[in-house]
């Protein structure tokens, strides 16, 4: 089920990004399977297993790449798949035997997605980082905070939408090039190629002289605008305003009681001091579920800010089934949506080496070599009860 249904993928174990994009495939269809390590690795992911959201709805299998005959059977494993992904640093992958020349000589038509911070190339290529490095060189971290300091936007910026997002288009995109060629390639996705990319509207703004780059909490969408920011509610709470457009801004000014003088004047940045304290005095004189009664659902461009819990339990998220529960767990369903081929509920997250003898079999290891494999501690099978 689901429109990727019959792509087969091997993802070498890594973190961040790695398992996000492999989650977004095997949720529309895709045929996942991890290679794993022998022993965990002390990544900081949940102890147990079905914690573990990114690594659901695909199939674990343990092997030791070190050792010639687990990189011979991880070979084998990718000798069948349409996409290779890797998260190593540059380098680590052909000095295990894995990377690009090895696994294409094999398999001629693999799409080899490799997922890095850097890139492949250039003097940072083989530095250590995490998101917040890669976001910072890009001038997206600068751009997000107060105007004190820049804060870290989460993961989502480097990790996930710079570098998921952008490896899961690659890889589709040379999936679609190999219908006409017949042939496969590598994907160098790079967290700060992508950050970058998402950040183009800005530089096209900077460029235009309406965007002040040295400054945060000065431009229309960083919270120096007074319609385009959050506010504080009578209890404690918060609620955010969107009301770029003048005949959104006119409706909210409308609803919530502003002097109706700013209306007129509502890019008139002379302006924006004594608004946003008039807008502010306004939302604290109510609670946020009673700001939620008068505006939600209006064109105030107007909804509170939610917590995870409150998100996974709003009327508009459970209307669309947005959440899905699985094994105890709440959690995101599948995005987005199609209208025919419609993706199962995903799978929990399966534990390290918990289909090791049935994805060795299914690739034709006899059980002989499967025993061998698991004697020389060369793969592990790990008991589970699911």
Not at 28 to 34: D, H, K, Q, S, Y
Not at 109 to 127: D, E, N
Not at 197 to 220: C, E, K, M, P, Y
Request: glycine residues 12%; aromatic residues 6%.
């Amino acid at each position: 089920m689901g429109p990727l249904a019959g792509l087969r993928v091997i993802e070498l174990a890594s973190i961040g990004p790695g398992p996000m994009c492999a989650m977004l495939l095997a949720d529309l269809g895709a045929e996942v399977t991890r290679i794993d390590r022998l022993e965990p690795s002390g990544l900081g992911v949940p102890t147990a297993t079905r914690f573990e959201v990114t690594g659901r709805s695909r199939r674990s299998v343990a092997l030791d790449v070190r050792q010639a005959a687990g990189r011979e059977a991880a070979l084998r494993l990718i000798d069948r798949a349409d996409v290779l992904i890797e998260g190593f640093r540059p380098g680590v992958a052909e000095r295990l035997g894995l990377g690009p020349d090895a696994t294409l000589a094999r398999n001629p038509g693999l799409v080899y997605g490799r997922m890095t911070g850097f890139g492949q190339t250039g003097p940072l290529a083989p530095a250590a980082g995490h998101d917040l490095n890669y976001i910072a060189l890009t001038g997206a971290l600068h751009a997000i905070g107060t105007s004190a300091k820049p804060i870290p936007p989460l993961n989502l910026v480097g990790d996930y939408g710079g570098g998921a997002l952008y490896l899961a288009f690659g890889l589709l995109a040379a999936l679609f090039e190999r219908q006409r060629s017949g042939r496969g390639q590598v994907v160098d996705a790079a967290m700060v190629d992508g950050a970058s990319s998402l950040l183009s509207i800005f530089h096209g703004l900077a460029a235009a002289g309406q965007w002040d780059v040295t400054q945060r909490q000065a431009n229309l969408l960083d919270g120096g605008a007074p319609f385009y920011d959050t506010y504080e509610t009578a209890d404690g709470r918060h609620v955010s305003i969107g009301a770029l457009e003048p005949k959104f801004f006119a409706e909210l000014a409308q609803r919530i009681g502003l002097d109706q003088r700013f209306v007129g004047r509502q890019y008139d940045r002379r302006l924006w001091p004594e608004m946003r304290e008039a807008i502010a005095a306004l939302m604290r004189g109510k609670t946020r579920d009673e700001w939620c009664a008068l505006l939600e659902g209006s064109d105030a461009c107007f909804a509170p800010v939610l917590t995870l819990a409150e998100a996974s339990t709003h009327a508009h998220a459970v209307a669309r089934g947005a959440f899905v529960e699985i094994d105890g767990v709440r959690q995101p369903a599948p995005a987005p949506r199609f209208s025919r081929s419609v993706a199962d509920t995903p799978r929990p997250a399966r534990a390290a080496g918990a289909d090791t003898e049935a994805v060795l079999a299914e690739a034709g290891f006899s059980a002989d070599e499967i025993s061998a494999l698991t004697s020389a501690g060369v793969a592990r099978q790990t008991e589970t009860s699911r």
